[in-house]
């Protein structure tokens, strides 16, 4: 299975960006679909964004379509989240995760489609 490290979290006023990086090792990645989850104190983990292996197809949560962006770069086995405009309810621990498509195109936003996740890093906000 692919391994996950996610870096780049940290403290950023409301307003402000960041851009969370996740290093991919193991099988070839571009045969990944990859997804970035977050998950705030008590509540569920919830889906941010996703693209298909060649990153030619994303998918957003309505809550940061337009402030969010999900890229990746399979020669160097990196995807990444720019994210903009953060709001407060934006801060918690965000995942990248994997999950095998073989040669398909596919995308998945359910977190029990993915088989491979990160350790998280932290996202905080400040108002």
């Known amino acids: 299975q692919v391994q996950l490290v996610e870096s780049g979290g940290g403290l950023v006023q409301a307003g402000g960006s960041l851009r969370l990086s996740c290093a991919a090792s193991?099988?070839?990645?571009?045969?990944?679909?990859m997804g970035w989850f977050r998950q705030a104190g008590g509540k569920e983990r919830e889906f941010v964004a996703a693209i298909s292996r060649s990153g030619d197809n994303t998918y957003y949560a309505d809550s940061v379509k337009g402030r969010f962006t999900i890229s990746r770069d399979n020669a160097e086995n990196m995807v990444y989240l720019q994210m903009t405009s953060l709001k407060p309810e934006d801060a918690a621990v965000y995942y990248c995760a994997a999950v095998w498509t073989g040669l398909s195109g596919r995308l998945y936003s359910t977190a029990e489609d993915y088989g491979s996740w990160g350790q998280g890093t932290q996202v905080t906000v400040s108002s």
């Open positions: 193991g099988p070839p990645f571009s045969m990944y679909a």
